[in-house]
């Protein structure tokens, strides 16, 4: 309850921010970034951002703070290529809540935001995870073929964490697969999610999907995934999620 007052104070009051985690490539280019929602309340605390998306979940509440990062995201990117300090960034990912994708006018929403920013919808990557496209009854495929129509590019996000078949991710009509850091973690000494990451990667490049390395922490996990194909990478090992001044100081001068 206290959590949704917050949030309530935070939309009204706009105290909503966005940070971005950088994603790298095997040259250290910042080739891309996720954008990941930061909610303070108005004593100026921030709270845990999944137990807030939680809450915003259930209250119906992640509808207008969804609108609001998405049209934050589109405006920024937009802002950075114009300006000439983002020549590098090919894309900026958005989480999309399973209520957001399931919601009746999603796509012209979308839509929407993208003639209202005037931002270039191939630069937009929405991230689903896979829980939302099972836990659907709707059809999950034809909303991501119409978005795709959009120009917009669509990634799963923790693909693997949840229940369904690898012939399941076949028949979506996706982008891009980021591997779950929980398969990443030690990857390179622990046999087991060394297996998955292989199979996700021999899949992902049958499918023509790329690929990013979610939660690399490790120059090890790293060498790793390089060897066995992976080119992009998003973790600790390079930044932690940055406020947008850090993350531009970042753009211009990478670790
Ligand atoms: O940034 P952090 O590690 O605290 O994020 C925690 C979780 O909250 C992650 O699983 C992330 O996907 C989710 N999350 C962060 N920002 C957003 C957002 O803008 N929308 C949605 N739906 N989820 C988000
Ligand atoms: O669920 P999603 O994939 O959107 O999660 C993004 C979350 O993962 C963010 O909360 C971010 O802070 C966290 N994260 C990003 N990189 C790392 C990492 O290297 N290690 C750990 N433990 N968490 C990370
Ligand atoms: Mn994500
Ligand atoms: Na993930």
């Not at 939680?54 to 802002?79: F, M, S």
């Not at 990451?197 to 996990?221: C, F, H, N, P």
């Not at 940055?242 to 993350?247: C, E, G, H, N």
């Amino acid at each position: 309850l206290e959590i949704e007052q917050d949030l309530r104070w935070a939309l009204d009051t706009n105290k909503f921010q966005l940070h971005y985690q950088p994603q790298v490539d095997f040259n250290g280019r910042v080739v891309g970034a996720e954008c990941l929602l930061r909610c303070p309340n108005s004593m100026g605390e921030f709270r845990r951002v999944d137990l807030c998306i939680d809450v915003a979940e259930t209250t119906g509440l992640i509808l207008p703070i969804g609108e609001w990062v998405l049209r934050e995201a589109c405006l920024n990117l937009k802002a950075w290529i114009d300006s000439g300090i983002a020549t590098s960034l090919q894309h900026l990912c958005i989480n999309i809540s399973p209520k957001q994708f399931l919601q009746r006018d999603f796509v012209s929403l979308v839509q929407r935001v993208i003639l209202e920013t005037g931002v270039d919808p191939c630069k937009v990557v929405l991230e689903i995870t896979e829980s939302t496209l099972i836990d659907t009854n709707l059809d999950a495929i034809s909303t991501m073929s119409a978005l795709k129509e959009l120009g917009v590019r669509i990634a799963i996000d923790d693909f693997g964490t949840g229940y369904s078949s690898l012939s399941y991710l076949t028949r979506l009509p996706l982008d891009i697969l980021k591997i779950d850091r929980s398969f990443v973690l030690g990857v390179n000494n622990n046999q087991k999610n060394a297996a998955v990451v292989e199979a996700l990667m021999a899949m992902a490049r049958q499918l023509g999907l790329d690929i990013v390395s979610e939660g690399v922490e490790t120059k090890d996990e790293i060498n790793f995934l390089l060897e066995k194909g992976c080119e992009c990478f998003q973790g600790f090992y390079y930044s932690k999620p940055l406020s947008m001044d850090a993350f531009l100081d970042y753009l211009r001068d990478p670790l």
